[in-house]
């Protein structure tokens, strides 16, 4: 058996067609564009690269980008200030703080101070709260595209077994949050969960977030099931190469044997995180104006 591939990316592309047209119909409604602010503190290459396309996939969605930029040394209570700014300026309906922070910064007291109807990412314990009772609120950006892929490819959700296998605050938690409100049966589980294959081989979905490159094996997998893989980690460069190749918390080509439907790195689960939070950056904005979101759009 060959697993089909889900295109994240495709999805993706899709779905932030669909927010710039929404984008465009709020700017007509509200006499204004839908604004998502990211802070940057410092220089890691890596950060730098998200958030230079976080700020084009913003404007390409018809949605204003400010981008804040401050310098390794920022002092927390600057920080705090910005944030603050930002939480009283109209023009701003998201704001998204790039993590990590330097170690001088505590991420925690950061995330707490950004209005939690402003937290585009998800992350303050107000959205975390509010995810576990069923309120509405925000949720993470990954996991929302997970599910969104998930239920493209299954529909229904209801009484199949999910397994998480990861439990950061980030992604494990929440997933297992949102697969739960789909009526799935979840089994959340971690490093120190015993007989872990065992436990992966009962899932009809799987949801990779574990952050070790291809640790899910072909026979940890029931033959048909879905897999969904959040990892992106780097292996060590081949002979003569300068970069060594990117890969999934699943180990692809064997899972694609015996899998359903999978997720490939790159081009799943990554580029939907961007596209969903433009899209929460929309859901921000038309809460903030008192503007009905068009029915089923996104
Ligand atoms: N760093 C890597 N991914 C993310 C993300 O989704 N949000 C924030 N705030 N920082 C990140």
């Known amino acids: 058996m060959t697993a089909e591939i889900i295109d994240g990316k495709a999805f993706a592309l899709s ?3 669909r927010v710039g047209e929404v984008a465009a119909a709020f700017e007509a409604k509200a006499g204004r564009k839908a604004g998502l602010a990211v802070v940057l503190v410092g220089e890691d290459p890596a950060s730098q690269v ?4 976080k700020g084009k996939a913003t404007l390409a969605a018809n949605m204003l980008s400010f981008e804040h930029k401050l310098p390794v040394d ?3 209570a600057d920080l705090l200030a910005l ?3 930002l939480n009283n300026d109209p023009s701003v309906d998201g704001i998204l703080v790039q993590l990590p ?4 910064v505590d991420e925690q007291t950061v995330i707490a101070a950004i209005s939690p109807d402003k937290d585009v990412d998800g992350f303050h314990v107000t959205n975390a709260g509010r995810l576990a009772v069923g309120q509405e609120g925000f949720v993470p950006c990954t996991p ?10 299954l529909g229904d959700l209801s009484g ?6 990861g439990r950061s605050n980030i992604v494990g938690k929440p997933m297992a949050q949102l697969l739960v409100q789909q009526n799935a049966t979840v089994t959340l589980a971690h490093s120190r969960t015993k007989n872990l294959p065992e436990v992966v081989r009962r899932a009809d979905i799987v949801i990779a977030a574990v952050g070790r ?15 969904i893989d959040v990892g992106i980690n780097r292996l060590p460069p081949a002979d003569g190469a300068e970069k060594g190749k990117l890969v999934g918390d699943v180990a692809f080509a064997e899972a694609s044997e015996v899998a359903g439907a999978i997720t490939p790195v790159p081009g799943g689960v990554g580029p939907m995180t961007i596209a969903v939070l433009l899209r929460n950056t929309l859901v921000a904005a038309h809460r903030n104006e008192g503007i009905a979101m068009p029915d089923g759009a996104l």
């Open 50 to 53: 998200y958030v230079r396309s």
């Open 160 to 165: 199949l077994d999910a397994v998480v296998v």
């Open 83 to 85: 944030v603050e700014k």
């Open 101 to 104: 922070l330097p170690s001088h």
């Open 15 to 17: 779905l932030r067609e």
């Open 144 to 153: 929302l595209g997970c599910i969104m892929l998930l239920t493209d490819r």
């Open 74 to 76: 920022t002092a927390e």
């Open 213 to 227: 490159a291809e640790m899910v094996k072909a026979d940890w997998l029931k033959p048909g099931a879905t897999v």
